[in-house]
């Protein structure tokens, strides 16, 4: 088995400061994702990597950007943080491209002041 | 393009009742794959069931669902909900062209009361 870990748990930042979130995996997996959860509107794709150093947008990457470091850590920067926002992000991870199942971490969640 | 509907945001029943928690999505791509996430407070999402063969049952931990390419559809069922139930639950579809990616419904929220 593995684990996902993403740090911090919790965000609180200032309107227009930069956040940044981080994501681990020991499941030795090549694909991650990003993913941002609000309520009544699903998971939604901001990121995500199919290998080291590969980086592909999702449909919701304006306002983010993303770093691949290695193979078990994928961050993800708020570029700007909007005022009032709260919502929580999720990291996850599969085997491969294609494979099926994704596995998701804990989560992030994140208040602007 | 791809799509998933979860028309329920809120699905609320009293234990003992059967759940059917609907999915209906849209896609060109005849081998279609659906699954269903369950998020629990306080946990990880996880997979619950997940299918891409037509009108076979698959079944987990109480839950079953049915592919149905016919219609579309993929819904979520259980026979007695219990208060443990109570969570959100995405259904997903495997993107045309087998990027890996899924698409997520909107998710449905199912409370269980006593």
């Not at chain 1, 491209?97 to 971490?105: A, E, I, N, S, V």
Request: hydrophobic share 30%; with cysteine.
């Amino acid at each position: 088995g593995g684990i996902i870990t993403q740090t911090p748990k919790f965000l609180i930042g200032q309107e227009g400061q930069k956040l940044t979130l981080k994501c681990q995996q020991n499941f030795n997996h090549d694909t991650m994702y990003w993913y941002r959860q609000d309520s009544g509107k699903g998971l939604r794709l901001i990121y995500y990597s199919i290998t080291e150093n590969d980086l592909q947008k999702g449909d919701l990457s304006e306002g983010y950007d993303a770093s691949r470091e290695k193979k078990s850590s994928f961050s993800l920067t708020v570029t700007s943080a909007q005022k009032n926002e709260m919502a929580v992000f999720l990291c996850a991870s599969t085997p491969g491209l294609g494979q099926d199942t994704q596995y998701f971490g804990p989560g992030t969640r994140l208040l602007v002041l | 393009g791809d799509s998933v509907t979860q028309k329920e945001g809120l699905v609320t029943l009293t234990e003992g009742l059967p759940v059917m928690l609907n999915c209906t999505y849209q896609t060109i791509y005849s081998n279609a794959f659906l699954f269903w996430y369950v998020h629990y407070l306080n946990e990880s999402p996880r997979l619950l069931l997940k299918s891409s063969t037509d009108n076979k049952r698959t079944e987990h931990q109480g839950f079953h669902a049915t592919l149905h390419k016919s219609s579309s559809s993929f819904h979520l069922q259980k026979s007695s909900a219990q208060l443990s139930d109570s969570a959100l639950y995405y259904c997903a579809l495997r993107e045309t062209g087998n990027t890996g990616k899924l698409i997520f419904g909107l998710g449905t929220t199912l409370q269980v009361q006593p």
